[in-house]
């Protein structure tokens, strides 16, 4: 089987390629998308192929963009739509909360909404509290969205093809700051099931459970304990929602001990639901109590030092991991 | 004020109309219109009586629009309108069984009682959307969809109350289709108000569709909503020039609902003797009753008949969701999503 070594921005531009090759009622629209190749180039080269009728430029106007798609997903089409940060879809609230994710329910199951919303999610560099939010707790509350998050180029292209394969709308999560990191992925075409959470890494004392972008500092933190003797074993959640419970729930029921990692807010946060169902499925096995690590209470500091200490991070975690360990 | 301008109508020679439409055409609608007023006074009652919950919008006075719409264009484009849905969706072949049904919650409801009063729903009608305004970007889609496919056979029809003229759902929509070609046809049902708001005290210009269609280089029309021959010889003409031209257009049908925003509005803010007034002179059903009687088409008692029949089907309908069985417990979380396996 023949590998390629690429960014996670490309990753995601096969996914949508070899999707819109395989059906033709898959199209991209978006700011930028199509004749500036997309904000963070992930639609690079895609309207010199496809054209200006599958590849799309929208204006500024999430609202209208995002419910015109959703209107053609209802009737038959399987658009993927880019927010060129998450942050926008807040324009696009009422079109992704009263109608995307409720139609299908609604209308007692006549119309399905097969449809991708993609983007960069959470913090990026510095760009202050009106572009960093991690909207993950806000759309996992609506049931009827599907909600992916994956943390490297494998799953990003599988998940993302699964996605626009789905016939639900999905709330597709990627990071600015990761678009550019490489990994060796096959050539040949393969899915990423969603739904599925994956060991990332095997350990025996304690379960460290996050994803996208903060499982970096997760492995940081588990290199550092690493080096006493202490084994964390992470997992990757990759789909937020439906949430993996009995990956998680095997783990901890192995380790007795387990810290939750999330880039966006605590308060009702992700970490606070998974943390629930691990006391509903695990409530016996836990040695000590959860420990979560997550964004403070604060909008995002535009200044770096504050930046930097209102997100999780690798001493945080290690903090946490201690914690549960005493 | 000097925003205020006149407004030009549309006319069509009633003759013309009938003469397209035929007799019984011309009765098969009138009928239907009988229908939708028959199942908003029945529903009303209904709901009086605690069978239907929520909110009731009833579209009684503006039969003519939706009606004549359906008699001129046909039931094979897409369709979205607002909370005020009953009319389109009897228009579109729901039965009445099925929608008062959905109004009871029961199980043999259009939308299996998910939806209720304000959310119905056809193989071409999208529905029923309860948001002001946050329907118009659907719609729009649903014309884009036409256009990517190549279907040179369909609109998408998109209603809208006056109310919703000021959202930025409905200015974004204009702004895509207009700038993408889309073959969509926003109608404004302006029924003088928006809940209590009336149309002047929300909308700066006058008229809406007239003014706004210039800012997004569309065409525009203003018609009669009251006039069932107006109406469908408008929709005939747009749907043509829609299709044709791939542009959207923008039509404002002028009306006055009969009843309050919803069952529960008093209708403190408007005056009565108005109201009883333009009940009387605008009636769409009574003129167009009129008219069919000046043609010698039908007779007053003929009418009567006809009126009844469609009493009967409703109440027929009432009792067919009086006795459905509830929606099982056991369906309460199916169907959230769809299945991916088709």
Known sequence: ??????????????????????????????????????????????????????????????????????????????????????????????????????????????????????????????????????????????????????????????????????????IFLENELTYGEKM?????????????????????????????????????????????????????????????????????????????????????????????????????????????VCQRETPMPYSKPLEKETLPNTQRILNALQEVLA | MSKRAPYHFFEADPKKVLAELGKDGALEFLKKMLLIRNFEIRGEQAYQQGKVGGFYHSYMGQEAIQAGCIAAVGADHWFTTTYRCHALALLLGVTPNEAMAELYGRSTGNA??????????????????????????????????????????????????DGAVVQGAVHESLNLAALWNLPCIYVIENNQWGMGTAVSRAVCIEPIAENMAKAYGIKSYTVDGSNFFNCYALFDQVLNEVLQTGRPVLIEAITERFRGHSISDPGLYRSKDE????????????????????????????????????????????????ESPWPDQMTLEQGVFAPEDK
């Open chain 2, 112 to 161: 299996m009682g998910r939806g209720g009063s304000m959310h119905l729903y056809a193989d071409r009608l999208l529905g029923g959307l309860a948001i002001v305004g946050g329907h118009v970007p659907i719609a729009t889609g649903a014309a884009f969809t036409i256009k990517y496919t190549k279907n040179k056979e369909m609109a998408s029809f998109c209603f809208l109350g």
């Open chain 2, 275 to 322: 109201l009883a007034s333009t009940m009387e002179h605008k009636d769409p059903i009574t003129l167009f009753k009129n008219a069919l009687i000046a043609q010698k088409i039908l007779t007053e008692e003929q009418f009567k008949e006809l009126d009844k029949e469609q009493r009967e089907i409703v109440i027929a309908a009432m009792k067919f969701a009086d």
């Open chain 1, 1 to 170: 089987m023949g590998t390629q070594i690429i960014e996670i921005r490309e990753a995601l531009r096969q996914a949508i390629d070899e999707e819109m090759t395989r059906d033709s009622r898959v199209f991209i629209l978006g700011e930028e998308v199509a004749e500036y190749n997309g904000a963070y180039k992930v639609t690079k080269g895609l309207l010199a192929k496809w054209g200006p009728e599958r590849v799309i430029d929208t204006p500024i106007c999430e609202n209208g963009f995002a419910g015109l798609a959703i209107g053609a997903a209802q009737t038959g089409l399987r658009p993927i739509v880019e927010f060129m940060s998450w942050n926008f879809s807040f324009v696009a609230a009422d079109q992704l909360i009263s109608n995307a994710c409720k139609a299908h329910y609604m209308s007692g199951g006549r119309f399905d909404v097969p449809i991708v919303f993609r983007g960069p999610n959470g913090a990026a560099a510095q760009v202050s509290c009106q572009h960093s939010h991690c909207v993950e707790a806000i759309y996992g509350n609506l049931p009827g969205f599907i909600v992916i998050a994956p943390g490297n180029a494998y799953d990003a292209k599988g998940l993302l093809k699964s996605a626009i394969r789905s016939n639900n709308p999905v």
């Open chain 1, 184 to 292: 060796e992925i096959p050539t040949e075409e393969y899915l990423v099931p969603i739904g599925k959470a994956k060991v990332i890494r095997e350990g025996k004392h304690v379960t460290l459970i996050s994803y996208s972008r903060m499982l970096h500092f997760c492995r940081e933190a588990a290199d550092e304990l690493a080096k006493k003797g202490i084994s964390v074993e992470i997992i990757d959640l990759r789909t937020i929602k439906p949430l993996d419970i009995a990956t998680v729930a095997s783990s901890v029921r192995k380790t007795h001990r387990c810290v939750l990692v999330e880039e966006g807010h605590i308060f009702a946060g992700i970490s606070a639901e998974l943390g629930f169902q691990i006391m509903e499925h695990c409530f016996d096995d836990l040695d000590a109590p959860l420990v979560r």
